[in-house]
């Protein structure tokens, strides 16, 4: 039912297709005479192997490790062959069936303890749920005849199979909540990000940006602050000149140069048609003309989007931010600034405070160290 309401979360299904795989042989160990069992061994291991291959490739795609399909396959025939060389032992067809299958299991397990380092709290129960399940599918049936409980003439009225039937119940339930509530939030977060970002350019929209903004504002530690507000050049006529599909490139590119100048805790938002701003943190003004101008300076030589002969521009406007009380004062007077660069020829960055003359001088290339070090 997930699935169907949520097809993009396809591990949903992998998940579908484990449980009805199992369930298949389950049902018919359960209700079977004894000595059914023997002749229909090898289809039972099969399916629970497919089973076990199906939850393993659930786990992958969540977690986006590889599926390892080569050494899954290699496991569940070496578990086949064992199986049919000891049909007629129920023990120990019991250990190597379910050496099989925990093992497949876990390859997806450890490839995910490997490589992923998520802080998130469901993701780490989920990772330590899939670790002790597939531990205790291998072990199981060593730890029943270790207590024991070895008689396996009756087997589905045997002290295994109850256990099995009660491990396998409870992880199922505890399974399908987990990945249901996974797929849930996915979608929580699809949605927020939707409202949260513009989607032509993948960045903050002008909503989104003011409330982060005053998230930063509140935090003392991130002072002194600095505001950019950006605007293209003439971009009405890169759209008329080029198409607005162009157009539409130029704002992409825009926005990855300005996020590949900024760090993790500053912000950079489009606040509507050729306009961006940025909050920067831990700045002074200095630094920020630099930032300014080395965004300048890449958006000037990238030649990736328009021809050779035009030249990419922007002009910037740098106001600076003491305190949570300024963010609109700030914004104003940055904007203030971008158009007195405007209507001082543009491709340039006017910063709170300095007197300029009605001249277009800033063409020099900003000071690598100072924005390196920002970056």
């Known amino acids: 039912l997930c699935w169907v309401f949520q097809r993009q979360?396809?591990?949903?299904?992998?998940?579908?297709?484990?449980y009805a795989l199992t369930a298949l042989p389950f049902?018919?160990?359960?209700?079977?005479?004894?000595?059914?069992?023997?002749?229909?061994?090898?289809?039972?291991?099969?399916?629970?192997?497919?089973?076990?291959?199906?939850?393993?490739?659930?786990?992958?795609?969540?977690?986006?490790?590889?599926?390892?399909?080569?050494?899954?396959?290699?496991?569940a025939l070496v578990t086949l062959i064992n199986i049919i060389y000891y049909n007629d032992n129920l023990l120990a067809r019991v250990h190597i069936s379910s050496a099989g299958i925990g093992l497949i299991m876990l390859l997806p397990v450890l490839s995910a303890l490997r490589h992923r380092h998520s802080p998130d709290w469901l993701d780490k129960v989920l990772l330590t749920s899939a670790f002790v399940y597939a531990v205790m599918t291998i072990t199981r049936p060593m730890i029943i005849t270790v207590l024991g409980h070895s008689e396996f003439e009756k087997f589905s009225d045997s002290v295994y199979w109850f256990?099995?039937?009660?491990?396998?119940?409870?992880?199922?339930?505890?399974?399908?909540?987990?990945?249901?509530?996974?797929?849930?939030?996915a979608t929580i977060r699809q949605l927020r990000n939707e409202r949260d970002q513009d989607s032509l350019t993948q960045i903050l929209n002008r909503r989104a940006f003011y409330e982060l903004a005053h998230c930063r504002l509140a935090d003392k530690r991130l002072y002194p602050m600095a505001i950019l507000a950006g605007d293209i050049d003439h971009f009405k006529r890169i759209?008329?000149?080029?198409?607005?599909?162009?157009?539409?490139?130029?704002?992409?590119?825009?926005?990855?140069?300005?996020?590949?100048n900024v760090r993790g805790l500053d912000l950079v938002a489009r606040f509507g048609g050729e306009e961006f701003v940025l909050l920067l943190t831990r700045i002074d003004l200095k630094e920020a003309e630099q930032v300014a101008q080395r965004i300048r300076f890449e958006l000037r030589s990238d030649h990736s989007v328009l021809p050779q002969n035009a030249i990419l521009t922007m002009s910037f406007g740098v106001a600076?931010?003491?305190?949570?009380?300024?963010?609109?004062?700030?914004?104003?007077?940055?904007?203030?600034?971008l158009y007195a660069a405007k209507h001082a020829g543009r491709d340039q960055v006017h910063v709170s405070g300095n007197n300029y003359p009605d001249i277009c001088f800033e063409h020099t290339m900003p000071n690598p160290e100072v924005s390196a070090s920002h970056i």
């Not at 600076?320 to 600034?337: F, G, T």
């Open 27 to 75: 049902a018919f160990q359960s209700t079977a005479p004894t000595e059914m069992l023997h002749r229909y061994a090898a289809i039972s291991c099969t399916l629970y192997l497919l089973g076990g291959w199906f939850m393993a490739k659930c786990w992958a795609d969540h977690w986006r490790v590889p599926t390892q399909a080569s050494v899954s396959l290699a496991i």
């Open 163 to 185: 256990g099995s039937a009660m491990s396998t119940l409870f992880f199922a339930i505890f399974f399908t909540v987990l990945m249901a509530a996974t797929a849930i939030r």
């Open 9 to 18: 979360q396809r591990f949903l299904l992998w998940q579908c297709c484990a």
């Open 239 to 260: 759209n008329d000149t080029w198409g607005h599909s162009r157009g539409d490139e130029v704002l992409q590119l825009i926005s990855a140069t300005m996020q590949r």
């Open 320 to 337: 600076p931010i003491e305190n949570a009380k300024q963010l609109e004062s700030a914004l104003k007077e940055a904007d203030d600034l």
